[in-house]
């Protein structure tokens, strides 16, 4: 509640104030940790050599894609925007493989700025994971990289910059790591991929960020005139609060705009299939600030996995999604039009497509299908299946984080420092860590870890993105398999990038 009304009073102070700093944001993200501590493994040790040649299967076929970061002009449906895209449409492309494959992503960067290209939730090789000052260098405007993998594990994941907040733009896309032994107990597949959209509307995501930072006096003032700056998204008039009852404080950030695959709700994307079909629909949050709350009118939703990662299947009528997690669930559907409805979780406003079987009225743009007010899951709490519980064990080590920060200045750290401050958190390969998440803020944030699918205590759900409740701890526990130099952050954008990250380093 204190969160809301000190963000209600910075909102409105804002408005005020003599101008808002420009577009640089902090770069943690990309800040000089790129080590070459003799103590650690770092990326270019030949232990991520030999990890990776472990991973690998001998024929294994080589998926290969191009990724041109570069300003793009979308549609989100009557609403043109300029943005910064890796395609016409607000998703990259979709890359697609099967468990073993080896995937090839050249990066050729149109950027006016520095990208990376990180992949989410993949227990890949570390110096692929796309962290600039981490794992690799920053691609320059007009460089180009190439990633190449080993993709180990079947599952829903998706790929994004690891560089300043370029994600909140349309730079992301979705992952495919198919199972070759799939019982495929499904008819069809959707992939459905949620936003938060502020770009080109008369505002950018780093404007965002200064912003943010300024009104917490942290950041610099001067120098940018705010004419022609549009606030209308940010609701300056203080009446939304942003507190959901299912996640305490639920973003910093109201936005114009929320979308399904890239289309606002007026002007929907529509998936079609037919009656009694069952289909597996993968959902992806790839919002920088925007828990969603999802529902499809007429139906309750079987959630089969998390993350990639198989679960005892759940059903349920309403699905809580975070920033960075995925679901995949199943759907016997009904004869008829149907709203699938992602409902940004403590905010105003809705994204949504159609489900279209057969004939029938569409829903509206603001109808909210009964099934978002009843049973609402939480991924969390879903159940490993045996096929892929970790092992019981005693951890060998035990990391505490304690998630802190504030709105006012705006600064997000773990263990009382932010990033650029941060000592690595060491561990050895071959050990049973535990990671203790424990949040002192009043508000939720999703921890994401890179290169490793943790357990999450209590159920052993498998997961990369766990929500964390304000004032709640949340324990996970790892095998430390994958040797290399790991983040470990909030997935809000602008709390990673002002501070809540940390390196899960291996030592030598
Ligand atoms: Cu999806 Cu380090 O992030
Ligand atoms: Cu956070």
């Known amino acids: 509640m204190s969160v809301a009304v000190t963000r209600r009073r910075l909102l409105a102070g804002i408005a005020g104030a003599a101008g808002l700093a420009g577009t640089a944001g902090t770069a943690a993200w990309a800040s000089g940790l790129f080590s070459t501590d003799p103590t650690l493994v770092t990326s270019d040790s030949a232990l991520v050599a030999d990890a990776e040649a472990a991973r690998s299967r001998v024929g294994a076929a080589t998926v290969t894609a191009t990724l041109t970061p570069r300003p793009v002009t979308l549609d989100l449906g009557g609403t043109t925007v300029q943005t910064w895209g890796y395609a016409e449409n607000a998703s990259g492309p979709l890359i697609r493989a099967r468990a073993g494959d080896l995937i090839r992503a050249e990066v050729v960067n149109q950027l006016p700025v520095a990208t990376s290209v990180h992949w989410h939730g993949i227990a890949l090789r570390n110096d692929m994971d796309g962290v600039p000052g981490l794992t690799q260098q920053p691609i320059a405007p007009g460089g180009r990289h190439t990633y190449e993998f080993t993709a180990p594990d079947p599952g829903t994941y998706f790929y994004h910059p690891h560089s300043g907040v370029q994600l909140d733009r349309a730079l992301y896309g979705v992952l495919v790591v198919d199972d070759p032994a799939e019982p495929g107990r499904y008819d069809t597949e959707w992939i459905v991929v949620l936003d938060d959209w502020v770009d080109g509307t008369g505002r950018t995501p780093d404007q965002i960020l200064s912003s943010l930072q300024s009104m917490g006096g942290a950041g610099h003032m001067?120098?940018?005139?705010?004419?022609?700056?549009?606030?209308?998204?940010?609701?300056?008039?203080?009446?939304?609060?942003?507190?959901?009852?299912?996640?305490?404080?639920?973003?910093?950030?109201?936005?114009?705009?929320?979308?399904?695959?890239?289309?606002?709700?007026?002007?929907?994307?529509?998936?079609?299939?037919?009656?009694?079909?069952?289909?597996?629909?993968?959902?992806?949050?790839?919002?920088?600030?925007?828990?969603?709350?999802?529902?499809?009118?007429?139906?309750?939703?079987?959630?089969?996995?998390?993350?990639?990662?198989?679960?005892?299947?759940?059903?349920?009528?309403?699905?809580?999604?975070?920033?960075?997690?995925?679901?995949?669930?199943?759907?016997?559907?009904?004869?008829?039009?149907?709203?699938?409805?992602?409902?940004?979780?403590?905010?105003?406003?809705?994204?949504?497509?159609?489900?279209?079987?057969?004939?029938?009225?569409?829903?509206?743009?603001?109808?909210?299908?009964?099934?978002?007010?009843?049973?609402?899951?939480?991924?969390?709490?879903?159940?490993?299946?045996?096929?892929?519980?970790?092992?019981?064990?005693?951890?060998d080590r035990t990391h505490r984080l304690t998630l802190g920060g504030a709105m006012m200045p705006y600064r997000w750290t773990i263990n009382g420092t932010t990033f650029d401050e941060s000592e690595p958190l060491l561990v050895r390969q071959g050990e049973r860590v535990r990671l203790e998440f424990v949040n002192r803020t009043t508000m939720f944030h999703p921890m994401h870890l890179h290169g490793h699918t943790f357990a999450v205590a209590g159920t052993g759900v498998r997961k990369d993105t766990v929500i964390v409740l304000p004032n709640q701890t949340v324990t996970v526990d790892l095998d430390a398999d994958n040797p290399g130099q790991w983040m470990t952050h909030c997935h809000n954008i602008y709390h990673a990038e002002t501070g809540m990250m940390a390196n899960l380093a291996y030592q030598a």
Do not use: C, W
Not at 260 to 269: E, F, K, L, S
Not at 282 to 301: E, K, M, P, Q, Y
């Open 222 to 395: 001067g120098g940018m005139d705010m004419g022609g700056m549009d606030m209308g998204g940010m609701d300056m008039g203080g009446m939304e609060t942003m507190n959901s009852p299912l996640l305490g404080g639920a973003g910093d950030v109201a936005y114009p705009h929320y979308l399904i695959n890239g289309r606002v709700p007026t002007a929907p994307a529509v998936l079609t299939a037919k009656p009694r079909q069952r289909v597996r629909i993968r959902i992806v949050n790839a919002a920088s600030d925007t828990a969603f709350r999802i529902a499809l009118g007429g139906h309750r939703l079987t959630v089969t996995h998390t993350d990639g990662f198989p679960v005892t299947p759940v059903t349920t009528d309403a699905l809580l999604l975070g920033m960075g997690e995925r679901a995949d669930v199943t759907v016997e559907l009904n004869d008829g039009v149907f709203p699938l409805v992602a409902a940004a979780e403590g905010k105003t406003g809705q994204a949504l497509a159609i489900v279209r079987t057969g004939t029938g009225v569409p829903p509206t743009a603001t109808g909210r299908p009964a099934e978002l007010d009843r049973q609402v899951l939480s991924t969390g709490t879903l159940d490993a299946t045996d096929a892929v519980r970790l092992a019981d064990r005693d951890p």
